[in-house]
T-cell receptor, first 112, second 114 residues
Framework: GENVEQHPSTLSVQEGDSAVIKCTYS??????FPWYKQELGKRPQLIID?????GEKKDQRIAVTLNKTAKHFSLHITETQPEDSAVYFC???????????FGTGTRLAVRP | DAGVIQSPRHEVTEMGQEVTLRCKPI?????LFWYRQTMMRGLELLIY????????DSGMPEDRFSAKMPNASFSTLKIQPSEPRDSAVYFC????????????FGDGTRLSIL
């Protein structure tokens, strides 16, 4: 089955700096890669996703890049703000099924 | 639009009791997923349904766990008998089109088994 690895597990940045979270996946048939943000005590919420037919997607301060050859994708947050502090999860579809496999999460702390 | 609705939000019960968690997916969505989240194991998929039919229950930890979806607007996750190690946050999510479409999560049920 699909295996998704996520790094780093924790990340601390100064407000205004950029943050990058990386994920690798194992199933070359995967073609959907969402990112979820989970604030403390809240539900995971989709913040951006990318499909295998594109290499990069942006939405204001967040962007996701995908390298299908290397089987890795990354989340980039620019000009970080304290409200970006949360746990971020990457995920990938297994290619052969209807479910998502999630990474283990990255706890991002933005220092004011 | 109403999102995914879960109940109860919090449940505290004693070991050995039966626990029933409930979920109402977004109207029109054809996939429903049950997840368990713990610090140690992260977000784990327990079971998912497509058009009310269970497709993959390989994540259900033991026979003590069961899930049903009697119609398109309601699903239950039952634990009987409950054990302290079942303490976790249980999320329900729904999507239109399965794993290659956005999943929308409910607010979760925080379950504590004493």
């Amino acid at each position: 089955g699909e295996n998704v690895e996520q790094h780093p597990s924790t990340l601390s940045v100064q407000e205004g700096d950029s943050a990058v979270i990386k994920c690798t996946y194992s199933d070359s048939a995967s073609n959907y890669f969402p990112w979820y943000k989970q604030e403390l005590g809240k539900r995971p919420q989709l913040i951006i996703d990318i499909r295998s037919n594109v290499g990069e997607k942006k939405d204001q301060r967040i962007a996701v890049t995908l390298n299908k050859t290397a089987k890795h994708f990354s989340l980039h947050i620019t000009e970080t703000q304290p409200e970006d502090s949360a746990v971020y999860f990457c995920a990938a579809d297994p290619g052969s099924g209807d479910k998502l496999t999630f990474g283990t999460g990255t706890r991002l702390a933005v220092r004011p | 639009d109403a999102g995914v609705i879960q109940s109860p939000r919090h449940e505290v019960t004693e070991m050995g009791q039966e626990v029933t968690l409930r979920c109402k997916p977004i109207s029109g969505h054809d996939y429903l997923f049950w997840y368990r989240q713990t610090m140690m194991r992260g977000l784990e998929l327990l079971i998912y349904f497509n058009n009310n039919v269970p497709i993959d229950d390989s994540g259900m930890p033991e026979d003590r766990f069961s899930a049903k979806m009697p119609n398109a607007s309601f699903s239950t996750l039952k634990i009987q008998p409950s054990e302290p190690r079942d303490s976790a946050v249980y999320f329900c999510a729904s999507s239109l089109g399965g794993g290659r479409q956005p999943q929308h999560f409910g607010d979760g049920t925080r379950l504590s088994i004493l």
